[in-house]
Structure formats: C-alpha cells, structure tokens
C-alpha cells in the first residue's frame, strides 16, 4: 500500500520558513517524480514545485520561484519542501504527490498518489 506522509506544518510569522517533509512508503520511490501542491480554503488546488525521479530536474510556480526550494533523498525516499520569506498568501494545506511520469507535471491529474496534507499557516 502506497503512503505518503507530510510533516512539518505549522503556524510562522510572515517573513518566516518552513521546511516541510513527506515521507512516502510501498512504492519504487526512485522512479516516481515527487510534487507540491497546496489548498487555501476557498480556492482549487495549485501547484507548487516537483521534482524529477533522480532530481536532476525541478519546476516551480511563478509564486514561489526564488523563494521555496523543492529537493529529495532517494535513500531515506523522502522529498522536503523548503520555504523561506514566506507570505500571507501562502497559507494553505500543503499536500506532496507521486507521479511516475514528467508529462504535464504541475496539473493535479497528473500524479498517481497524494498525501493528507499538512496546514501551514502564516501570520502578520
């Protein structure tokens, strides 16, 4: 069984960071691309950043270029999510997903697995 587990949410001051983590399980993890999205109330699921299978190659949106940084550890099969300078408007439920394709990587259909998410709140 497929798991993928996000760790790291919480509440941080804007200007802040967050370095979130997702544990995933039960599937050969150095062949799948690794993605962020995230949900604010209200609003549809938006991509963030993915990550190719061996790394090599990684994409961001336009909101968090410069600013988040998206990396993985094939021998622990772990991805993290490093955001810094963070903004109000990235609250949200951040969820990590699997895909074992690079197709149209940054579309929520793409991807073969998804974990429950994990709240990341910022404050003013």
């Known amino acids: 069984q497929v798991q993928l587990v996000e760790s790291g949410g919480g509440l941080v001051q804007a200007g802040g960071s967050l370095r979130l983590s997702c544990a995933a399980s039960g599937l050969p993890y150095s062949t799948y691309a690794m993605g962020w999205f995230r949900q604010a109330p209200g609003k549809e699921r938006e991509f963030v950043a993915a990550i190719s299978w061996g790394g090599g190659r990684v994409y961001y949106a336009d909101s968090v270029k410069g600013r988040f940084t998206i990396s993985r550890d094939n021998a622990k099969m772990t991805s993290y999510l490093q955001m810094n300078r963070l903004k109000l408007e990235d609250t949200a439920v951040y969820y990590c997903?699997?895909?074992?394709?690079?197709?149209?990587?940054?579309?929520?259909?793409?991807?073969?697995?998804w974990g429950q998410g994990t709240q990341v709140t910022v404050s003013s």
């Open positions: 997903a699997a895909s074992s394709g690079w197709g149209t990587i940054n579309v929520p259909q793409w991807y073969d697995y």
